[in-house]
Structures are given as C-alpha cells and as structure tokens.
C-alpha cells in the first residue's frame, strides 16, 4: 500500500471539511435510529440476512466469528485501548494515548444510551440462523462502532505518523482499514445484527471518529503535551 502524507499544518479548511462529514453522518443516523425503532423485525432485511446465509459451512461460521470477535468485539476493543495507550505514552505520544483511550470509551457510552432509546431487539432464531440469542438492543451494531473507533482510529493516526517509517510498517497500516471493513458483513451473515444496525454502526462510528480526529488536530496544533514535537521525534 502506498504510503500518505498529509500537510496537517495547514487545515483549516480540512479541519471544516471533517466536521461537514461527521455532522452529515449524524444527520443520516438520526433518522436510520427512527425508522430502526418502528420496525424492529423489518422483512426486507430478513431477506438480506437469507441471501448472506445461503452457505453455512462450519469452517465459514467459525471463521467469521472469529473476525467477527478480533474485529470488532466491543469487550475487546475496550481492552485493547488500554495496552495501546500504554504504548503510545510510552513512545512519548502522550496526546495521541489519550485519544486512543478517549474515543472508544466515551463512543462506547453515548452508544449504549442510544441502544436503550432505540430498543431494538436482535434478529430473532424464529426468522434467521443464529449462533446464540442476545438479549442486548441491535442498533447501532457495538461491533461495527468500535471497530470504527478503534481500528480506524489506529488507521488514521498511522498515516499521520507515517512520515520515516519503514516501507513494511506501512503496510501493516493497512490491517486496522480491513478490520473495519469486514466486521459489517460478518455481523449480518452472523445473523446477530440487521444490515441498517451494520449501517448504523458505521454511521455512528464515522461521525464520532470524525469529530475525535477534529479535536485531536485542534490540540495537537496547539502543542497539547507536546504533540507536534513528539510526532516529529517518531
């Protein structure tokens, strides 16, 4: 993959550009919680789940379900911060640990009390093929939001840091992007979630990834903990 290199020091108009994106994800996952709420066992995506799982080898349904967990477990993810903090601080980056920290736990919060508003149930064993019933609410998907908000947060701050790494390092970049892409359709052929909580998940998580890379640039412009010269000494 080849390597970006954004000129982060002159973003003002990137910095209006972000916050256009994230307010427009927001706008489109207001009214996708609504309609959410009023059809909690919509027919149209019962199809959809059909489609997916019209082949239900073993090895496949282990397989994703094992993506499914390291993708984008929500559990996992809030684990995961932790040690990754832990790295980045000691690395000196120290504004950048605390992002990391910041954006899956208070995402995780606010997503959770939208989950009990919206009060959607899980696709039911009586309609699709499911693994385990859940009695967690479906919207927005946890898996697809912190996943989100966890790997695309890595992916980001990757290509912000990029500059003087070595060329493999830069591909590794590249492993948090696919997380965030597979962990949708395997939550839906899992049966555990209805393709708009998939797309509620991603909605959701784009919009807070989106203003947590907008404070994190406001900050990091400003110095905060050093930001600026510890990005340029790694």
């Not at 701050?157 to 948090?176: A, F, N, T, V, Y």
Request: proline share 6%.
């Amino acid at each position: 993959m080849v390597g970006f290199h954004f000129p982060w020091h002159r973003s003002v108009s990137r910095d209006h550009l972000l916050l256009m994106v994230s307010a427009g994800q927001f706008a489109l996952f207001v009214p996708l919680a609504w309609w959410a709420h009023k059809h909690p066992q919509p027919p149209v995506e019962v199809g959809i789940i059909h489609v997916l799982q019209k082949k239900q080898p073993r090895s496949l349904r282990v397989a994703a379900r094992v993506l499914s967990t390291i993708a984008g477990s929500a559990v996992l993810m809030n684990i995961l911060v932790v040690p990754t903090a832990l790295l980045l601080w000691k690395r000196h980056l120290r504004l950048e640990a605390v992002m990391t920290a910041g954006i899956s736990w208070t995402s995780a919060l606010v997503r959770m009390v939208i989950q009990g508003m919206v009060d959607r149930p899980r696709p039911s064993p009586l309609f699709v093929h499911i693994t385990k019933q859940k009695r967690s609410e479906s919207f927005p998907s946890g898996h697809v939001a912190a996943s989100l908000d966890f790997w695309g947060w890595l992916f980001v701050l990757g290509l912000i840091l990029s500059k003087g790494i070595r060329p493999w390092q830069k591909e590794l970049s590249g492993l948090p992007a696919l997380c965030v892409v597979l962990v949708g359709p395997s939550r839906i052929y899992l049966g555990d979630h209805w393709s708009t909580d998939v797309l509620g998940g991603y909605l959701f998580g784009g919009g807070w990834l989106g203003v947590s890379l907008w404070l994190y640039l406001a900050l990091r412009r400003k110095n905060v903990w050093g930001a600026g010269q510890s990005a340029r000494r790694v």
